[in-house]
């Protein structure tokens, strides 16, 4: 990641961070399942990670550094108007860009949805696999021979479905990320396309183990 993009996202953050000040903590926990931890601070797993989110800020529990866009998608999801449950009904991520991007696979529109799993694991399904235990998803099932669905839940109320495609003699693997309808509700395009990054950029990480793999920060 270059300084400048660094430097973009972490605008983004500062930008977005002051919105928290009039947060209602106890409201925004009932709505979106986070864990109340008192009148100012609220809890959530994200990724692998406990964060904290306040009135001030969204920051992993632990201390160590993390990619600011976990912050900013955060801070877009607690202060989101959100609420309800989700359908269990999932559809691809270009579905919510009204109409930015076509969704023909492995058109331009949604092939960088998941380009950073693709260069991760190519047509390694095992890495992809083991990696995908590794961060805590759930393994469905296959409805067809060389088609295998994973399971996750991104946050409280944002599950997702992910379809990994092995290669064959006339297609190459190939990845598709599915969301649940309802996550209109809480995150717009724009930080829903961030939280996509932050959830393949997880993935591709896993691929370390733990006990040798560094926080993913690009």
Request: charged fraction near 25%; hydrophobic fraction near 40%; aromatic fraction near 12%.
């Amino acid at each position: 990641m270059t300084k400048g993009r660094q430097n973009g996202y972490e605008k983004t953050y500062e930008t977005i961070r002051p919105l928290l000040r009039d947060l209602d903590i106890s409201c925004a926990a009932r709505r979106l399942g986070f864990d109340l931890i008192s009148r100012d601070a609220m809890s959530v797993s994200f990724l692998g990670r406990r964060f904290r989110v306040t009135r001030h800020e969204a920051a992993p529990e632990d201390g160590r550094p993390v990619n600011v866009n976990y912050r900013s998608v955060l801070v877009y999801y607690a202060i989101s108007g959100g609420s309800g449950d989700p359908r269990m009904d999932f559809a691809q991520l270009n579905t919510f860009s009204r109409g930015l991007f076509s969704g023909a696979s492995g058109g331009a529109g949604v092939d960088w949805m998941s380009a950073p799993l693709r260069r991760a694991y190519g047509d390694d399904y095992p890495a992809f696999a083991a990696a995908a235990r590794r961060l805590g998803m759930i393994y469905l099932g296959s409805r067809a021979r060389g088609e295998h669905n994973w399971a996750y839940r991104l946050l409280p109320k944002i599950p997702v479905r992910l379809n990994y495609y092995e290669a064959d003699d006339e297609f190459p693997a190939e990845v598709k990320i599915y969301y649940d309808k309802t996550v209109a509700h809480f995150l717009d395009f724009e930080p829903l396309a961030v939280l996509n990054g932050c959830f393949t950029g997880a993935l591709a990480a896993a691929k370390t183990p733990p006990e040798t793999a560094h926080d993913h920060l690009d």
